[in-house]
Structure formats: structure tokens, C-alpha cells
């Protein structure tokens, strides 16, 4: 092995029960899983709380959950608990009666909790008040909610530059906040707007727009349950969007077939027993998946070549789809009819039958809907890959008609209602434009800091004030030890926040966490009933406002707290007259109308029963508002990555307790795992190749060289203490659960196109472990050695030392 620089990730105890894995049964999803959502509710919330919240979930007339983005069926259409196990353990988390007050603070120092595992901190319950933690001390005090925005002010008046702060969001924000929070920003200066969608989905935006000009899919969820075919590719549903189970029961229903395309074989897709049917309580479920392919990890953008160049051998073409809203046709299908199947093959891990057959599932719809998650975006030819996904949705004219058409299924409640709001950092003119003119302030041009130029910011010192509209920013980026070390070089670090997570105890030189309202929570902000607005996955806005009594008296709306630091910063005189936006989320609607495109009426539309749809060109006039006016297909060149002998490709996922950073338990149910989260999922002829055994500790060490430098070296990356499972899936791939693995991530390795990190594609080798996984301390954060050498000569890390 070449030399080069070796890392070791920083470390947290870890308060797991005794680790049980069993073989993971091919039982339906459905009926056990709200069963147990149901049982953790009561234990924290009371049954009367229980209910009161629950079924006021998703609801007309009630509040909105934050537990994915997947659309409710129409007004008059939704069932009395419309919600699912991971919609329940949400609200739970956030209902919770367990409190972090300032006598919690009082007894844990920050050095303390920062050994704490990210459930434990999880797991203590709602922040009650504002706290600070002052430079060079200790612990976490209260703060009053005046000094906490004077802080603010005070570090952001101070900055030689607008663009040394960073404002970063979470997909959990509204529409309201968002927008304000977005003004806040370009107010001040900066288009430094960072969020969640940098590491999700911004391959999807990136590669839609280009391909449809709009970065949004074309669905609406009448389309997918009228389906003939619904391929759902990179995508767990089972345990990222339970409430997809039911779309896709209708699916087979109404007799159409479902083809999953996913390394493991998830529990999710294989049968469904609806809660909220008879039959589904009594009975067997409903099959759901007609064909899974076992693609190796990173081969479906050969797939996808593969079945596009099937279609165009077999003439299955809508040819005046293509003649009349398309461009590049030929170009394409010069590139598919010199396709290497050889290549196919070694890319996907299947065989050309098993291709063929799904190809065929292609040709014999008329009406098909293509669902992709994070297994198609957070790969280096990720943005390639989901346009080879809109290439053979063109060939076949599904797009712009009834049943078919483009779905990216995200995750965070809101993530596209941020982008909407504005909450980018490469906002488009005609927006910035509209801005300026509804406001009378100068906007700024420059492209901002999207999250992984973010950490490099702050970690060469070209930033040095952080604020986190929601999240858990330092868990949820890649490179860990990186991110951790570029957090303790801020000057201030600031966390709008409902609970304890790992941003808040990894801090700048002076931190503040300000507590908010949850979505569950009655808002008097004003001294009215206020209410906020969420954009779902298919592009459907409608409002949401809480029943419950917030959790403290201390706890401000989200829109409050943003005017409480516009004020702070930029004064009472400034132009935008944040009191009254503050006072009336209506006057926030109002100017959104004048400002985002597709949103006149904007108030008033929103009074309607579940809300209203924003205009989508392609899906609803085959009208495509890209440079060309057309559709465009692309021609990506054929990727096949290489992994070296002896090492396996790894990808990152959730188990089915979590959402997000966010741990609810300990176990993965559909899995077989039970009491603990340090597992990799391995072959079980990979266990025996690697000269391993099941069950076994080992140490995750990714290795990873900069694919752009000839000269660049190997990097490796240690997580220590993982428990090998055996897992049926595609020979020489893995996988295991973040935000553990996370530090296996390298900071630079990221999407051509979209700068998304490649957290589904990660070189492992599996070494026997060092550490026990009961025992694990905290390490040395933000430190490598180079391989082969003592710790005597470790040294701070640098982003250019790692890419």
C-alpha cells in the first residue's frame, strides 16, 4: 500500500445494550411498526397527549410532520391517524415532557457531554430557554432572549466581511422562516446559505434542471398510485417514508407493478400490511415489489444506460414525444448503440437476463413514475446518473401525463420549500431581482458557501461566524474530525434548536443555543394564532399549526427569533420592517406572492383545504423552460469504479430508528439488529474472502485518493469497533449506518456538478478491530498521522492535506 496520510475519527462512548443480531425476517412492513411508534408515544407523551397530538398529524386542520416530505392525499381523502411508525416517533421526540433546563446544564459540563453518543443527547428532552456558553467556560448558562440577540449582533457587526458568516437551514424549517431567514442573510450581505439539500438531493436539482429546467420532480401522487409501472431506485421506503407504502399498496391495487432497485433487500418492499385497513390488520399484507434488482452500489447509472439502450433496440419509443419536446436525441442514442455490455455487467453486479427483464417491466408501461433517494444522489456521477434517469423517462414520453413522470423522494419535511423560499446559495438573478425591488435593499450576486465549502470557511479561518437554522449541522456533514476542528476555530456558533444534538457540543470559542416552537406547538407569536406553510415533495403547499402548549414560556417561533437577530444586527431604521413580518406571518405571504415565481396569491391560496400546488412547466403543459425550450437528453460517459482487491465499496444509510442524525433507538427491526448501531453489513461470502467471521469487531478504514490529481496521495480514514452482520447483497459492497461513519467520508470527495459528498460510495477495507466497542473514549479530534509512523508525529489536518 502506498504511503500516504492515515486518520483515526473522533470517538464517543458509546451506551448501547447488548448488541443482538438475528436473520432479518422477510416480514411486512406496516401494523408491528406503528405498533411500536404507538407504545414509545405513550411512554413519553401520556396517552392523552398521545392522542391529542397523533391525530392531529397531517391533518386539514392540524399540523404538519416533520418526519419526511412525502405528500397527504387530497382534503376528504386522509385517514383519521394519518401517520406513520417514523411520523409517531417524530412527533414523540419533539412532545416529549422530558426537559433540559438550566439545572441540566448546571450538572453536565460541555466537556462531559461531548463524550455523550448523539441518542443519549437526543434522548434528554426539549430545551427549555435560551443558553450561552461564554469563551473559555464550562458549562451552558441561561441567557436572556435580548443578550442572546445582542451576542449575535454584536459578532456579526464585528465581521470584516458579510461573507465570514454562514447561515445555515434545515429542511424541518417553514416556508415562512425560511423566507425571512433567506432575507436576513442577503440583508447583511451574503448569499452564505448553506442547507440540508447540499447533501441530499442538490444532485437532483442540479441534474433537473439541465435536463427539464425545473429541479423538482413532475408527480403528483395521484400520478404514482395511477401508475403502470413505479420504479423506485436508491430508495428504502420501508424506513425513510412509511407513508409510500400506502401509495404504492394503490399501485398494486389498480394492477401496476413495482420494480426496486436497491443493493439490499429491504423488508419495506417486499410486503405491505396497511394499519389502516382491515386487511391489513388481519391478513397477509400486500406484495409489493414484481422485480428486485440487487444493483451493486454505484451501478445504476450503467443500468440505466443498459435499459435505455434496450428501448431504442426494441423500438419502445414515444417518437413524437421526442420529436416535439426534446433535444440531443441522436447524440444519446449514438452513445447507447456503442454501450459495453461487458461494462454493464461488471458495473451493476447482474446479469444481462436480469436487465433485460427489467427493461421489458420498461417497455410494457405506458404510464411510468421513476422514485430515486440518496442512493442515486450521493455518489461522485451522481448528477449524471439522474439525468440518465430523465433520459429514459424522455424516450418513453413519461413526462407531462397522467401516472408517469419524475419523483425525487425527499426527506426532510421542507427541503424543497427552503430552496423555493430561496434558501440557496446560488439563487437565481430573477429571483435576487424580485427581492430587491419588494424590499428596497441592495441584494448580493456573488454566489455564497454551500455546506462542504462552508466547513472549509470556517476551518481556514475565511468565515468565523455560524448560525444553524435547525439541524445538527456537525453530525450530518461528511469528514467528521474535519468539520469538528473547523466548528472549534469559529468565533460564535449559534443553534435555533429543539433538543440536544452534537453541533451544540462541538462549538466555537462562544455558543449560543436558542430554543424554538416545535411544528406540534400552538404559536402566539404577536399575541395571535400564527401559522406556517411547508412545499412537500410534489411541489403541494399547505399550512400547519400545533395544538399543544409549547414546552417552555421560554420558546420562540422560529420567525421570531430570525427578526430578534435582524434587528440585533442591522437595527431598527433598516429598511425591511422586521417587527411587522414578525408580528404577522400573513405579511411574510404577501411578500412572498411579489417575490417567488408561481406564488401569486400566495395567502389566499393557502386558505384553501390542503393547500395548493405550485406551477410545474413540464408536468403541466410539457413545456420545459430550459436554455433550449426543450427537454434535453444528456450523453455521460460510462463509469465503472474501480474497488481494489481485498477492500469493499461501502455506502452509508439509516437504520430504521432514526431520522436523519436524529436516533430514536437502538434497534433496525427489518434488519435483524437489535441493541446497537456499530454494525457493517457485509456478504457472507465476503466475511469468509476477507478471512473474517460474523460477528466479528473491526475497524472501518476507508481509503480514498483525489481522482482529479495524479500526484495526490492515499488518504485513509478509521471508524473504529464495528460488529461485521451478514447481509445478502451484491459481493464486494457493505454497508452501515451514519452518522458513524461519517468520518469515513473525505471532505473533497464529493459530486461533479452538484458538490454533494459521496456518501454512498466509500473504499473500505475491513481490519480486525483495536478498540472494543463498549469502551470507546474520545480521541483526538481533527488529528492524522502519516501511515506507517508513531503518534509522535501527528499533526493538525488541513482540507488541503485531505483532498
Not at 423538482?216 to 400520478?223: A, I, Q, T, Y
Not at 476542528?485 to 468565533?491: D, K, L, P
Request: proline residues 6%.
Amino acid at each position: 500500500m502506498p504511503l500516504g496520510w492515515s486518520f483515526t475519527a473522533p470517538r464517543h462512548d458509546v451506551d448501547e445494550r447488548e448488541l443482538e443480531v438475528t436473520k432479518p425476517k422477510d416480514a411486512a412492513a406496516g401494523t408491528t411498526a406503528v405498533a411500536v411508534a404507538m407504545k414509545r408515544a405513550v411512554e413519553q407523551m401520556g396517552p392523552i397527549r398521545t392522542a391529542r397530538t397523533l391525530l392531529r398529524l397531517n391533518q386539514v386542520d392540524g399540523f404538519d410532520c416533520q418526519g419526511c416530505a412525502w405528500p397527504d392525499p387530497e382534503a376528504g381523502h386522509r385517514h383519521t391517524a394519518e401517520f406513520c411508525e417514523n411520523g409517531a416517533k417524530a412527533v414523540t421526540e419533539e412532545a416529549t415532557l422530558r426537559r433540559v433546563d438550566r439545572s441540566f446544564f448546571a450538572e453536565h459540563p460541555v466537556a462531559e457531554l461531548a463524550h455523550r453518543t448523539d441518542y443519549w443527547l437526543g434522548q434528554q428532552g426539549r430545551i427549555t430557554e435560551p443558553v450561552v456558553l461564554r469563551p473559555g467556560g464550562t458549562h451552558y448558562e441561561p441567557v436572556t432572549w435580548d443578550e442572546a440577540f445582542a451576542t449575535i449582533g454584536r459578532h456579526l457587526r464585528a465581521l470584516s466581511s458579510p461573507d465570514e458568516a454562514i447561515f445555515y437551514t434545515s429542511g424541518k424549517t417553514s416556508n415562512e422562516a425560511a423566507f425571512v431567514y433567506q432575507l436576513l442573510a442577503r440583508s447583511f450581505g451574503t448569499n452564505n446559505l448553506p442547507d440540508c439539500s447540499n447533501m441530499c438531493h442538490e444532485s437532483t436539482s442540479v441534474a433537473l434542471a439541465e435536463s427539464i429546467g425545473i429541479g423538482k420532480g413532475s408527480v403528483s401522487l395521484h400520478d404514482v398510485e395511477t401508475a403502470e409501472l413505479v420504479v423506485i431506485a436508491g430508495q428504502n421506503p420501508g424506513t425513510n417514508h412509511p407513508r409510500m407504502l400506502s401509495a404504492l399498496e394503490k399501485v398494486k391495487r389498480n394492477g401496476g407493478k413495482i420494480l426496486a432497485i436497491n443493493p439490499l433487500r429491504e423488508a419495506g418492499l417486499v410486503r405491505f400490511k396497511n394499519p389502516q385497513v382491515p386487511r391489513g390488520v388481519v391478513g397477509n399484507g400486500t406484495a409489493l415489489a414484481d422485480l428486485h434488482l440487487p444493483v451493486r452500489i454505484n451501478g445504476d447509472l450503467a443500468l440505466f444506460q443498459a435499459i435505455g439502450s434496450l428501448l431504442l433496440e426494441w423500438d419502445a419509443l414515444d417518437h413524437d414525444f421526442i420529436a416535439t419536446h426534446t433535444v440531443g436525441f441522436e447524440e444519446y442514442a449514438a452513445h447507447l448503440r456503442t454501450l459495453d455490455r461487458d461494462a454493464v455487467l461488471r458495473a451493476t453486479g447482474l446479469t444481462w437476463e436480469q436487465i433485460e427483464e427489467a427493461a421489458r417491466m420498461f417497455a410494457d408501461s405506458s404510464a411510468t413514475v421513476t422514485c430515486w433517494a440518496m442512493g442515486i444522489t450521493q455518489h461522485r456521477n451522481s448528477v449524471a446518473t439522474v439525468k440518465e434517469l430523465a433520459n429514459v423517462a424522455f424516450l418513453q414520453g413519461n413526462i407531462g401525463k397522467p401516472g408517469a413522470g419524475l419523483c425525487p423522494v425527499r426527506g426532510h419535511s421542507n427541503v424543497q420549500g427552503d430552496r423555493t423560499m430561496g434558501i440557496w446559495e446560488r439563487s437565481p438573478e430573477h429571483f435576487l431581482a424580485a427581492l430587491e425591488q419588494e424590499f428596497g435593499i441592495p441584494v448580493p450576486r456573488e454566489h455564497g458557501l454551500d455546506t462542504v465549502a462552508s466547513v472549509t470557511a470556517l476551518h481556514e479561518g475565511d468565515a468565523s461566524v455560524f448560525i444553524g437554522m435547525g439541524g445538527n449541522f456537525v453530525s450530518a456533514v461528511s469528514d467528521t474530525a474535519v468539520t469538528e476542528e473547523a466548528f472549534r476555530r469559529a468565533a460564535l456558533t449559534v443553534h435555533v434548536s429543539t433538543k440536544l444534538n452534537r453541533s451544540h457540543v462541538v462549538h466555537g470559542r462562544e455558543a449560543l443555543i436558542l430554543p424554538a416552537l416545535g411544528r406540534s406547538e400552538r404559536d402566539l407569536t404577536g399575541g395571535r394564532k400564527q401559522r406556517v406553510t411547508v412545499e412537500d415533495s410534489m411541489s403541494a403547499v399547505h399550512a400547519s399549526h400545533g395544538p399543544l402548549e409549547p414546552a417552555s414560556e421560554h420558546l420562540r417561533s422560529e420567525v421570531d427569533i430570525v427578526c430578534g437577530i435582524a434587528l440585533a444586527a442591522l437595527g431598527a431604521d433598516h429598511p425591511v420592517p422586521w417587527e411587522q413580518l414578525r408580528a404577522d406571518y400573513t405579511e411574510i405571504r404577501h411578500r412572498i406572492s411579489r417575490v417567488v415565481p408561481g406564488a401569486a396569491a400566495y395567502a389566499e391560496k393557502v386558505d384553501q383545504p390542503g393547500g395548493f400546488v405550485l406551477p410545474h412547466p413540464p408536468r403541466d403543459s410539457r413545456t420545459f423552460p430550459t436554455p433550449q425550450g426543450k427537454a434535453v437528453f444528456a450523453v455521460s460517459p460510462l463509469d465503472v469504479l474501480h474497488v481494489p482487491e481485498g477492500r469493499l465499496l461501502l455506502q452509508t444509510m439509516r437504520s430504521h430508528d432514526q431520522f436523519n442524525t436524529t436516533i430514536y433507538g437502538l434497534d433496525d427491526r427489518y434488519r435483524g439488529v437489535k441493541g446497537g448501531r456499530r454494525v457493517v453489513f457485509v456478504h457472507p461470502e465476503d466475511i469468509a474472502a476477507l478471512g473474517l467471521e460474523d460477528g466479528q469487531l473491526v475497524d472501518l478504514v476507508s481509503e480514498w485518493r483525489d481522482p482529479d490529481d495524479e500526484t495526490a496521495s492515499l488518504v485513509e480514514r478509521q471508524a473504529p469497533a464495528f460488529r461485521v452482520v451478514s447481509y445478502d447483497q451484491p459481493r464486494g459492497c457493505a454497508a452501515a449506518y451514519y452518522p458513524e461513519t461519517n468520518p469515513l467520508v473525505p471532505l473533497a470527495s464529493t459530486a461533479l456538478g452538484s458538490n454533494t459528498p459521496t456518501s454512498k460510495s466509500i473504499v473500505v477495507r475491513l481490519d480486525p478491530a483495536t478498540h472494543d466497542s463498549t469502551t470507546l473514549l474520545a480521541s483526538d479530534a481533527g488529528h492524522v498521522v502519516p501511515s506507517g509512523r508513531g503518534d509522535e508525529d501527528k499533526r493538525t489536518v488541513s482540507p488541503e492535506q485531505l483532498s
